[in-house]
């Protein structure tokens, strides 16, 4: 009688088989969702445009845009090969974040860990803080020149604050109880700084990563706006003056791709790194 | 007493500054001591200083009066014969349980190999052979307080401080854990100042438990409590002699809470 109660299955039972599929079915439709919001997106511009709805000279098309993409492929842009822009603004944008990146991880850790130097500096970085960076990009032109120098600096500036701050205030957030913990285990200031602090800063260090090189990327673009000879956002300047509306949006859309690239890099990295912690269902 | 006493705290004072300004006193006068390889239990009323005391003598704080000693040496700073189990979980949340356990051999200095080796040995002891490479969070309530055992007990600590250890655990659990710390602290031997706000676990562990009034926080009364060891911590409890002793503290403690409870 057991027997056949334990191999006859419940009615309400769902097989594990069936679960599996739902949840295919589900990212599946997700799926075909996303894409047709997409689609109608860039359908209604283009049609727009054609219907005579959108005007173009300010709007742009989006089949202008693609063209536009494959001219610039092909022939190179009016300032020169599409190629060499790009590499130029992943350049400074790179350099700006990994300098500005280190020197935000050192300084916010050294003041975290340091009670006096916390207070006597915090007011100065508040007001740092709050005034706007951009601004600088105007001095940064006029004392380095317009060559790359100038585009790294305030691409420093720009991720400097950013990950600064995170890794001071990840450092102060550090557990007082692991701290304690580690301090009666027999820790030297050293080995509490490099075993738990910093450890425990790490998730606060690189979620800030993850926003400041898209102000690196920015840093860089306002420069090249401000003056330069090569760059994304030069050519971004040189559409606009010849009133290319296609060309600012083509431009807009390989940084988006730069972009993209540079945040699965840094989560990538962010997985490698954290991989202690539980696993949280990340819905994407 | 001729040997000295492995914990000694007398006349300790300890006072905090409250935001608003006022002075607040957790401990007052406060006298105790304990003996080497003693098992000494502090109960008292909730918020009555008894973590603070612990905090005093690992020496992650200084009194404001008072002396506070170890083995007749003044504390000063953490010492390296100190042992510390926390309430909450306080082992390393990216390291792996041989990594945990390894910590404090390492942070004194101890080789590598060395290091691994007794952390292995200790892993076993606790009965976590097999979860080397888990890392906390995979772990469950008990077996990351196993491993805050063993992570405490590779330094071989002369005093062992533990505050309220096993009150995040469930009845089960705990029951386990308290057989546990019996049996590694009877191969330690060392003195143990248990803080807890269950009186029976203090009755069930302790060799003395002492009764803290409330704030501020002084020793109401100590109680010898004169059962046989080694304890059967499952069974204990519904010893005659066991109801006896928790009757006479109890009245002791209820007295204090209540009056605690009062000054709200």
Redesign the interface.
Same mark, same amino acid.
């Given at each position: 009688m057991a027997e056949t109660a334990i191999t006859k299955p419940l009615a309400t039972e769902i097989p594990v088989e069936s679960l599996a599929v739902r949840m295919r079915r589900r990212a599946r439709l997700v799926l075909a969702l996303r894409l047709a919001v997409l689609v109608v997106l860039i359908a209604g511009w283009e049609f727009g445009v054609r219907f005579g709805w959108i005007d173009p000279f300010f709007f742009g098309q989006p089949s202008g845009i693609v063209l536009k993409l494959i001219d610039w492929f092909q022939n190179g842009t009016s300032i020169g090969p599409l190629w060499k822009q790009i590499w130029v603004t992943i350049y400074e944008a790179g350099a700006g974040f990994l300098i500005g990146a280190v020197f935000g991880v050192l300084c916010g850790i050294a003041l975290g860990r340091n009670r006096l130097l916390s207070d006597v500096f915090s007011i100065y970085i508040k007001v740092a803080n709050s005034i706007p960076r951009v601004v600088l990009g105007s001095i940064f032109i006029v004392a380095l020149g317009l060559g790359a120098a100038s585009k790294i600096a305030l691409a420093v500036v720009m991720v400097f604050f950013v990950v600064f701050a995170n890794a001071f205030q990840g450092v102060r957030e550090a557990?007082k109880?692991?701290i304690?913990?580690? *301090?009666?285990?027999?820790?030297?200031p050293w080995?509490l700084t490099t075993?738990?602090v910093i450890?425990?800063a790490?998730s606060w260090i690189l979620a800030s990563l993850h926003v400041s090189f898209g102000f690196a990327l920015v840093g860089a673009i306002v420069g090249e706006f401000l003056g330069a000879r090569e760059g994304m956002g030069l050519l971004i300047a040189t559409a606009q003056g010849s009133f290319d509306s296609n060309g600012v949006f083509a431009a807009m859309i390989v940084i988006a791709v730069v972009a993209l690239l540079a945040e699965w890099l840094l989560t990538t990295l962010e997985n490698r790194l954290?991989t202690? *912690?539980?696993e949280t269902n990340a819905g994407e | 007493m001729t040997s000295p006493s492995a914990i000694e705290l007398s006349h300790v004072a300890r006072r905090f500054v409250t935001p608003s300004g006022d002075v607040l006193s957790a401990l007052e006068d406060f006298d105790l001591a304990i003996a080497p390889g003693e098992f000494c239990a502090i109960v008292g009323p909730t918020g009555c200083g008894k973590s603070t005391t612990l905090g005093l003598i690992a020496g992650l704080a200084k009194p404001q009066a008072g002396r506070v000693t170890l083995f007749d040496a003044p504390v000063d700073g953490v010492d390296r014969r100190v042992g510390f189990v926390f309430q909450q979980d306080a082992v390393f949340p990216w390291r792996d349980v041989l990594h945990n356990v390894m910590a404090g051999p390492l942070f004194r200095g101890v080789g590598k190999a060395e290091a691994e080796a007794q952390a292995r040995d200790w892993i076993a002891r606790v009965g976590l052979k097999g979860f080397e490479h888990h890392h906390p969070h995979q772990l469950s309530g008990g077996m990351r307080k196993r491993v805050a055992l063993a992570q405490t007990f590779i330094n071989n600590p002369q005093v062992l401080l533990m505050d309220e250890p096993f009150s995040a655990l469930d009845v089960q659990t705990r029951e386990l854990m308290q057989e546990e710390l019996l049996q590694l602290w009877a191969q330690a031997k060392s003195a143990v100042l248990f803080v807890t706000h269950d009186l029976d676990e203090a009755i069930l562990l302790a060799d003395r438990v002492a009764v803290l009034t409330t704030r501020p926080a002084r020793v109401k009364s100590v109680h010898s409590i004169d059962l046989p060891r080694p304890r059967d911590v499952a069974t204990l409890r519904y010893d005659e002699r066991f109801i006896a002793i928790a009757r006479k503290i109890n009245d002791d403690l209820r007295e204090e809470v209540l009056r605690a409870r009062a000054g709200h």
């Amino acid at each position: 009688m057991a027997e056949t109660a334990i191999t006859k299955p419940l009615a309400t039972e769902i097989p594990v088989e069936s679960l599996a599929v739902r949840m295919r079915r589900r990212a599946r439709l997700v799926l075909a969702l996303r894409l047709a919001v997409l689609v109608v997106l860039i359908a209604g511009w283009e049609f727009g445009v054609r219907f005579g709805w959108i005007d173009p000279f300010f709007f742009g098309q989006p089949s202008g845009i693609v063209l536009k993409l494959i001219d610039w492929f092909q022939n190179g842009t009016s300032i020169g090969p599409l190629w060499k822009q790009i590499w130029v603004t992943i350049y400074e944008a790179g350099a700006g974040f990994l300098i500005g990146a280190v020197f935000g991880v050192l300084c916010g850790i050294a003041l975290g860990r340091n009670r006096l130097l916390s207070d006597v500096f915090s007011i100065y970085i508040k007001v740092a803080n709050s005034i706007p960076r951009v601004v600088l990009g105007s001095i940064f032109i006029v004392a380095l020149g317009l060559g790359a120098a100038s585009k790294i600096a305030l691409a420093v500036v720009m991720v400097f604050f950013v990950v600064f701050a995170n890794a001071f205030q990840g450092v102060r957030e550090a557990d007082k109880n692991l701290i304690a913990n580690a *301090r009666i285990l027999g820790a030297s200031p050293w080995q509490l700084t490099t075993s738990v602090v910093i450890p425990s800063a790490l998730s606060w260090i690189l979620a800030s990563l993850h926003v400041s090189f898209g102000f690196a990327l920015v840093g860089a673009i306002v420069g090249e706006f401000l003056g330069a000879r090569e760059g994304m956002g030069l050519l971004i300047a040189t559409a606009q003056g010849s009133f290319d509306s296609n060309g600012v949006f083509a431009a807009m859309i390989v940084i988006a791709v730069v972009a993209l690239l540079a945040e699965w890099l840094l989560t990538t990295l962010e997985n490698r790194l954290l991989t202690w *912690r539980p696993e949280t269902n990340a819905g994407e | 007493m001729t040997s000295p006493s492995a914990i000694e705290l007398s006349h300790v004072a300890r006072r905090f500054v409250t935001p608003s300004g006022d002075v607040l006193s957790a401990l007052e006068d406060f006298d105790l001591a304990i003996a080497p390889g003693e098992f000494c239990a502090i109960v008292g009323p909730t918020g009555c200083g008894k973590s603070t005391t612990l905090g005093l003598i690992a020496g992650l704080a200084k009194p404001q009066a008072g002396r506070v000693t170890l083995f007749d040496a003044p504390v000063d700073g953490v010492d390296r014969r100190v042992g510390f189990v926390f309430q909450q979980d306080a082992v390393f949340p990216w390291r792996d349980v041989l990594h945990n356990v390894m910590a404090g051999p390492l942070f004194r200095g101890v080789g590598k190999a060395e290091a691994e080796a007794q952390a292995r040995d200790w892993i076993a002891r606790v009965g976590l052979k097999g979860f080397e490479h888990h890392h906390p969070h995979q772990l469950s309530g008990g077996m990351r307080k196993r491993v805050a055992l063993a992570q405490t007990f590779i330094n071989n600590p002369q005093v062992l401080l533990m505050d309220e250890p096993f009150s995040a655990l469930d009845v089960q659990t705990r029951e386990l854990m308290q057989e546990e710390l019996l049996q590694l602290w009877a191969q330690a031997k060392s003195a143990v100042l248990f803080v807890t706000h269950d009186l029976d676990e203090a009755i069930l562990l302790a060799d003395r438990v002492a009764v803290l009034t409330t704030r501020p926080a002084r020793v109401k009364s100590v109680h010898s409590i004169d059962l046989p060891r080694p304890r059967d911590v499952a069974t204990l409890r519904y010893d005659e002699r066991f109801i006896a002793i928790a009757r006479k503290i109890n009245d002791d403690l209820r007295e204090e809470v209540l009056r605690a409870r009062a000054g709200h």
